[in-house]
């Protein structure tokens, strides 16, 4: 079983960066993909950034060029440069299976 925590939320400016870790912990080495998802208010959860166990990435069009996946060794992480007030949700981390349980960035507009 894995579990993880994310952290690194918190209020930006538009135009400015954060970056989130999410950090795992149990049975993470037989577990091939993991990703950041968001959750805008009063919408659906919706993909951000995949990664696989060798590297390869795939980003929601909305954020291609301006968010970075990457992972170092059980941290995994989400650099987020030219924020935008549309870019403000819950985020979750999700590792084999396994949700966090969210941090929220808020870009005021």
């Known amino acids: 079983q894995v579990q993880v925590v994310e952290s690194g939320g918190g209020l930006v400016q538009p135009g400015g960066s954060l970056r989130l870790s999410c950090v795992a912990s149990?049975?993470?080495?037989?577990?091939?993909?993991m990703g950041w998802y968001r959750q805008p208010p009063g919408k659906q959860r919706d993909l951000v950034a995949v990664m696989d166990s060798i590297g390869g990435t795939n980003y929601g069009d909305s954020v291609k060029g301006r968010f970075t996946i990457s992972r170092d060794r059980n941290t995994m992480y989400l650099q987020m440069d030219s924020l935008k007030p549309e870019d403000m949700a819950v985020y979750y981390c999700?590792?084999?299976?396994?949700w966090g349980q969210g941090t929220q960035v808020t870009v005021p507009s």
């Open positions: 149990g049975s993470i080495f037989n577990i091939h993909t």
């Open positions: 999700h590792w084999g299976g396994t």
